[in-house]
């Protein structure tokens, strides 16, 4: 099932660094996995997607690897910058109906320092 | 662009007050969410509607219902507030056989019981 917690995990980085964002899922039949970006004030903005016959797939700025084994998920963003401060939540496909519902991790803060 | 527009933006009810959210997007898409978000535990799904006059439970329905007349619109209905129902609300939508794909997520609904 989800971890549930109190606290927001945070990343702080500096500018120009690279940040990677962990996540680990509970369902081995999970098999479409999603990055989600929530700036302050806003609803949840798409970022990358990966299907689970993938290990790696690139976005711009953005990688996401996916290693079923230990059912982990991260997210790499190159060259962070502070537009990049933000919460990032993965989501995972869970379920064996016709219609399969996302189901989101509790998320994580990045912190941008200039 | 897809946009999905939810009817307010803050609210403040006394328990027990009836509390209608409203969300309408423009993309002609086929299903539509509901979530809550609270600090540490992510986006719950409340309810999920994949047609007109068609819903089905997400994992937290308990205080809560739905309505799907018209396409474009997905409201949620708290018939009977009470204070644990304190919390961000989010809407999303997206298109049939895209169960894989994105959601596009309105800016949320922030409710609090007093």
């Known amino acids: 099932g989800e971890s549930v917690g109190l606290h927001l995990p945070t990343l702080s980085v500096q500018e120009g660094d690279n940040s990677i964002i962990n996540c680990a899922y509970s369902?081995?039949?999970?098999?479409?996995f999603i990055w989600y970006k929530q700036e302050s004030g806003k609803g949840p903005q798409f970022i990358i997607d990966?299907?689970?016959?993938?290990d790696k797939r690139q976005g711009q700025r953005v990688t996401v690897l996916l290693n079923k084994t230990v059912k982990h998920l991260s997210l790499q963003i190159a060259a962070t910058q502070p537009g990049d401060s933000a919460v990032y939540f993965c989501?995972?496909?869970?379920?064996?109906?016709?219609?399969?519902?996302?189901?989101f991790g509790t998320g994580t803060r990045l912190l941008v320092s200039p | 662009d897809v946009k999905v527009t939810q009817s307010s933006r803050y609210l403040v009810k006394r328990t027990g007050e009836k509390v209608f959210l409203e969300c309408v997007q423009d993309?002609?898409?086929?299903?539509m969410f509901w979530y809550r978000q609270d600090p540490g535990l992510g986006l719950r799904l409340i309810y999920f509607?994949?047609?007109?006059?068609?819903?089905e439970k997400g994992d937290i329905p308990e205080g809560y219902s739905v309505s799907r007349e018209k396409k474009e619109r997905f409201s949620l209905i708290l018939e009977s507030t009470s204070t644990n129902q304190t919390s961000m609300y989010l809407c999303?939508?997206?298109?049939?056989?895209?169960?894989?794909?994105?959601?596009?997520f309105g800016e949320g609904s922030r409710l609090t019981v007093l």
């Open positions: 999303a939508s997206s298109r049939s056989g895209a169960m894989y794909g994105e959601l596009f």
């Open positions: 369902n081995s039949a999970s098999d479409y």
């Open positions: 990966i299907r689970s016959n993938m």
């Open positions: 989501a995972e496909t869970k379920g064996n109906t016709g219609f399969q519902k996302l189901v």
């Open positions: 993309m002609d898409h086929e299903n």
């Open positions: 509607s994949y047609d007109v006059k068609m819903k």
